[in-house]
């Protein structure tokens, strides 16, 4: 498998979205830089999930989801009907709210996409299995029970596992939709310690509800509401200066 480590700028410009006649995203403008963690934050329902799932068109499966617009990445539109979806989804990987192992053993799991992709070799899939869980914070754990089934491993470990199955096929981008949500204080630590190293090679683009770890771990932050991106910028003016006063009131817990 080729594998490219040059990330290409991922830009999106004046997105609209649409479940049938509902319009969701209106107007959104957004781009993400490699070493950057940009946090999306506004209340339930404001379109969140939905504008990160556009981002490598996991939306493309829900009946009249029409979406207009351009995604960038790099040179290549990514709404364009010739753009590899299967490509797409190893340069800009996912991790979803709830972790999602498959029913197989860790190592199994973590080497999932490299043997989908043909990858035979396996002293090449157990080095990528140890660099990927390495880099998720979870070899140490796991180091001795590659073979054990993936379920036996607690939530934030599971979720953990997720991020090396998404690491291992080396994206560029990594989306993930309120990724703590299921986990305790203490994996949640463990997991935003992981996001720190990890974005020294990724862009990561991460959906939370909590305002203090989207202050403790993202360099951007973006405030949506009701569809709208109403205020973009470095998380710390954000937070402690925002120019909306819409913003202020969100992330000073006015409403939401
Ligand atoms: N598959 C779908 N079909 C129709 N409407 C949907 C679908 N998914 C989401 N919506 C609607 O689109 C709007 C935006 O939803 P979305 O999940 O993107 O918001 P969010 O900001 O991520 O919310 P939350 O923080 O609660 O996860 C909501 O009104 C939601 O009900």
Redesign the pocket.
Known sequence: MQVNNEFTKLIASNLNFF??S?Q??KNISLSFNKKEITA?I????????????TLNRM?DL?E??RLEGSIKFGDEEINHQHCDVVELRRRIGMVF?RPTPFAKSIFENVVYGLKVSGVRNKSLLMDKAEESLRRAALWDEVKDRLKDSALSLSGGQQQRLCIARALAVEPEVLLM??PASALDPIATEKLEQGMEELKKDLCIII?T?NMQQAMRISDNTAF?YM?ELIEHGPTKQIFSNATKVKTRQYVSGSFG
């Open positions: 479940y049938g509902k969701v995203l999306l506004g209340p339930s329902g404001c379109g969140k999930s939905t504008f990160l799932r939306n829900i009249g989801a709210q939709d309120e959906v509800h949506f569809g």
